[in-house]
């Protein structure tokens, strides 16, 4: 048995308020809060990039004998600050993890911490007794005033992977298909992502249907063998688009049960937005820390990731029998009920703050409201330099 022995997420301790957005922009809140399904927007300053988010995320849950077994280290990111060194060599030495590790980064838009995950189950296969660390960590980012401003977000997640994990088991089979198209994408040149809104939703809506099919076809599963869905959430809604044509045929039973649980998945996503590459790792962690007392070990769960280009997979996993003492959950909730809700002009000015395409910067003095534990510090000699608080 191989899987998820650990998991956590960060996200930046500053949001803004979609009511609030909304009304500046002059859109019905409505739109936002139930037409796209989100409520808060987490807003990262200047001090969190990628690398910092994704140590935030993995640093709580290792401990010593963890540091000294992980020989993998992957981050799967779309946002990643050097095109050649990987945030995962930063994240290796941010940690502490022993030398003889290999740490890489792995891009394909939102699928990336997924492509790192089935390598890092891969690798425990070949690597009996050793352990991989997955990172996703992303900040999303599309403009100001745009229809995609509304699900950017940011933050990491990080997942330990080892034998006998104790939160979910991953089974074998699992279904991918790669398609190239445009529906959302970032040139080298842009700082923000491009995207055909519409087409996008349709090509994730299609890549579940056709996955869907050809799983249950290659498993022989279908919805009735399983307990709950968690998806890729770009937005909260977006997961329950492609979900509701496929239940059609199912009992009301079924349906009622997949859709209790896939609401309860959407929490964190609902309060801090698209997270890229660690979204479906988002609602998974909404799911499990939602005290649902319908879940219950051996139970299968099923996990939609997607990411735009495109690649798509779904696989599934058992809960472990006491996973629910493994979870982070009230650690999870304090961090969001501790943030710094923006106004709107300090929204646009920390937006409007990217970091200059120049040498010898301290972003620390730029940002008051950052407390977290890692965070960029300076850039110096064209190498960008990490501090952790004491
Ligand atoms: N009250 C309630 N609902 C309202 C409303 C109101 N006053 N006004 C509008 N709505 C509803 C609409 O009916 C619509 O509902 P349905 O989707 O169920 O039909 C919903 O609100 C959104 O309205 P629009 O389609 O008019 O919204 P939009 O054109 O402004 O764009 C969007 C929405 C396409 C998601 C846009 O925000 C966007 O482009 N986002 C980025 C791309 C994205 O997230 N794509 C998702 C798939 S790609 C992917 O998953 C990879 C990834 O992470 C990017």
Redesign the pocket.
């Known amino acids: 048995m191989i899987g998820i022995d650990k998991i956590n997420f960060f996200t930046p301790n500053t949001y803004i308020d979609l009511v609030t957005l909304a009304k500046h922009r002059g859109i019905?809140p409505?739109?936002f809060t139930?037409?796209?399904g989100q409520a808060k927007m987490a807003v990262p300053t200047i001090t969190q990039d990628t690398v910092s988010m994704g140590a935030n995320a993995a640093f709580p849950i290792l401990d010593k004998e963890d540091l000294n077994k992980i020989d993998l280290v992957v981050v799967g990111t779309e946002t990643g600050i050097d095109e050649s060194k990987s945030a995962a060599s930063f994240i290796h030495q941010l940690l502490n993890i022993h030398p003889f590790a290999k740490a890489i980064e792995i891009k394909q838009?939102?699928y990336g911490a997924t492509a790192g995950l089935m390598m890092a189950q891969d690798f425990i296969k070949a690597h009996p007794g050793r352990k991989a660390l997955v990172i996703g960590s992303d900040i999303s980012r599309?403009g100001l005033k745009t229809?995609?401003e509304?699900?950017q977000g940011a933050g990491a997640i990080a997942m330990l992977v080892s034998e006998n994990p104790r939160i979910l088991a991953l089974e074998d089979t699992s279904v991918s298909m790669t398609e190239s198209i445009f529906?959302?994408w970032r040139p080298n040149y842009s700082d923000t992502?491009i995207?055909d809104?519409?087409f996008?939703?349709e090509?994730?809506i299609n890549f579940f249907k056709t996955i869907w099919h050809e799983f249950s076809k290659q498993t022989e599963l279908s919805f009735e063998d399983f307990k709950a869905f968690c998806f890729?959430l770009?937005?909260t809604?977006?997961g329950k688009?492609a979900l509701l044509p496929l239940l059609e045929n199912e009992s009301d039973e079924i349906k009622e049960l997949i859709l209790h649980h896939y609401n309860l998945s959407t929490t964190y996503t609902r309060d801090i937005g698209?997270i890229?590459t660690g979204?479906l790792y988002l609602s998974l962690m909404s799911l499990l820390d939602s005290d649902a007392h319908s879940l219950k070990d051996n139970d299968l769960i099923g996990l939609f990731s997607?990411?735009?280009g495109a690649v798509g997979e779904l696989f599934y996993g058992r809960l472990v029998k006491g996973f629910e003492n493994h979870l982070l959950k009230k650690e999870h909730q304090t961090s969001l009920e501790n943030r710094y809700a923006l106004s709107i002009d300090e929204y646009e000015t920390i937006f409007n703050k990217v970091l200059p395409k120049e040498d010898g910067i301290h972003p620390l003095s730029e940002a008051k409201f950052d407390n977290s534990l890692f965070y960029l510090s300076s850039i110096t000699n064209h190498q960008r330099h990490y501090s952790k608080r004491q």
């Open positions: 019905d409505d739109k139930i037409g796209i838009a939102c599309y229809s995609g509304v699900t529906d959302f992502a995207v809104g519409k996008s939703n090509a994730y890729h770009p937005y809604k977006m688009k698209n890229y979204s997607y990411g735009s």
